[in-house]
T-cell receptor, first 111, second 112 residues
């Protein structure tokens, strides 16, 4: 049973560019959450998707947007990249509040 | 608002010695509590969780944590650490609106 799969694993972008990160949830999970983990920090909640809609959102600007598809997979889009957007982006899927599973993350470097 | 405080950013400990990683949370409602482990250059792995029932929860690799409601704590302990336990450990709580709030993490250094 595959866990949470994220792609790509690493990415280098230039300031001002746009990026799309992808996440496939664990089989049977219907909720996907995205987190940003800056170097040396704990993960910070970006937003959560359920039934193809954004259900919750953390304190992130509108440059951060997402989407959930009918098969529960999800994308995170970041526009107008800043150097400060460099981080590990983690996707987590769940079916209920007690069972979150995290992917290995996408390491984004903005230069 | 709910929050999680990990009191130590780094904890050095000799191999085979016991360790305690401290975690306190703030919440006026019932909580679900978690410990996640992050090995270098990897994502988060669930170590153990408290949802309800027995206040002492255990993981398969020898860690345990005790939920203490009166002290709002969920400290992680292991009686004898191994070099393979070197990692960053995150305490977390799930909010009523289903967000995970993480502490800043504690880096566990195992000394030979």
């Amino acid at each position: 049973d595959a866990g949470v799969t994220q792609s790509p694993t690493h990415l280098i972008k230039t300031r001002g560019q746009q990026v799309t990160l992808r996440c496939s949830p664990k089989s049977g999970h219907d909720t996907v959450s995205w987190y940003q983990q800056a170097l040396g920090q704990g993960p910070q909640f970006i937003f959560q998707y359920y039934e193809e809609e954004e259900r919750q959102r953390g304190n992130f600007p509108d440059r951060f947007s997402g989407h959930q598809f009918p098969n529960y997979s999800s994308e995170l889009n970041v526009n107008a990249l800043l150097l400060g957007d460099s981080a590990l982006y983690l996707c987590a899927s769940s079916l209920d509040r007690g069972g979150y599973t995290f992917g290995s993350g996408t390491r984004l470097t903005v230069v | 608002a709910q929050s999680v405080t990990q009191l130590d950013s780094q904890v050095p400990v000799f191999e085979e010695a016991p360790v305690e990683l401290r975690c306190n949370y703030s919440s006026s409602v019932s909580v679900y509590l978690f410990w996640y482990v992050q090995y270098p250059n990897q994502g988060l792995q669930l170590l153990l969780k408290y949802l309800s029932g027995s206040t002492l929860v255990e993981s398969i690799n020898g860690f345990e944590a005790e939920f203490n409601k009166s002290q709002t704590s969920f400290h992680l302990r292991k009686p004898s650490v191994h070099i393979s336990d070197t990692a960053e450990y995150f305490c977390a709580v799930i909010t009523r609106d289903d967000k995970i709030i993480f502490g800043k993490g504690t880096r566990l250094h195992i000394l030979p």
